[in-house]
């Protein structure tokens, strides 16, 4: 079982492994990270299965979510 950040090699790979394991017990979970990423749900799945990338601001917001540090 892969347990950190540092044990992925795409940041798309962690978020999709993060809300899998969150969406379990949390049916809102996709929706709440649209939310503190800033952008429509569609838009989230669209970076998640496809090209789109977050711009540094999501990816900044992304790790507020997660509550990352700077390390």
């Given amino acids: 079982m892969i347990n950190t950040i540092y044990e992925f090699s795409s940041y798309k790979t962690y978020l999709l492994h993060r809300i899998k394991l969150a969406s379990r017990d949390d049916r809102g979970y996709r929706s709440r990270l649209a939310e503190a990423v800033q952008c429509q749900p569609s838009y989230l799945s669209q970076v998640l299965n496809g090209k789109p990338d977050f711009t540094l601001e999501q990816a900044h917001r ?4 997660f509550l990352h540090d700077r390390e």
Avoid: P, V, W, Y
């Fill in 62 to 65: 992304a790790n507020q979510f």
